[in-house]
């Protein structure tokens, strides 16, 4: 599975953008997750979505801000994300974790593949 992420930019802080991380091959069987990462500061977890889409995790810090969806149809996985801040200035990236179960998953070390990251920066 390759994944190619897009859709970072330079916002204002409140508003909103996309992000979408298009797969190569067929993501059913997989958990997608979205990170970021600042640098010199630890790849972080963002987003959690599992097989279905039915299941969704969230880090505290962007929970009720953020929203993480899937098109299993076209391998893509989103990350909508509105009232955007300054601290949410990073590089992000998705990932794929091959799963038996329909389950969210949340550590990096337990994704399989990754994307190149878009950079998202928010000017104050």
């Known amino acids: 599975v390759q994944l190619q992420a897009s859709g970072g930019g330079l916002v204002q802080a409140g508003g909103s953008l996309r992000l979408s991380c298009a797969a190569s091959?067929?993501?059913?069987?997989?958990?997608m997750g979205w990170f970021r990462q600042a640098p010199g500061k630890e790849r972080e977890f963002v987003a959690g979505i599992s097989w279905s889409g039915g299941r969704t995790y969230y880090a505290d810090s962007v929970n009720g801000r953020f929203t993480i969806s899937r098109d299993n149809a076209k391998n893509t996985v989103y990350l909508q994300m509105n009232s955007l801040k300054p601290e949410d200035t990073d590089v992000y990236y998705c990932?794929?974790?091959?799963?038996?179960?329909?389950?969210?998953?949340?550590?990096?070390?337990?994704?399989?593949?990754w994307g190149q990251g878009t950079q998202v920066t928010v000017s104050s």
């Open positions: 990932a794929a974790a091959l799963r038996d179960s329909d389950t969210v998953v949340t550590g990096q070390r337990r994704y399989d593949y």
């Open positions: 091959g067929r993501t059913f069987s997989y958990a």
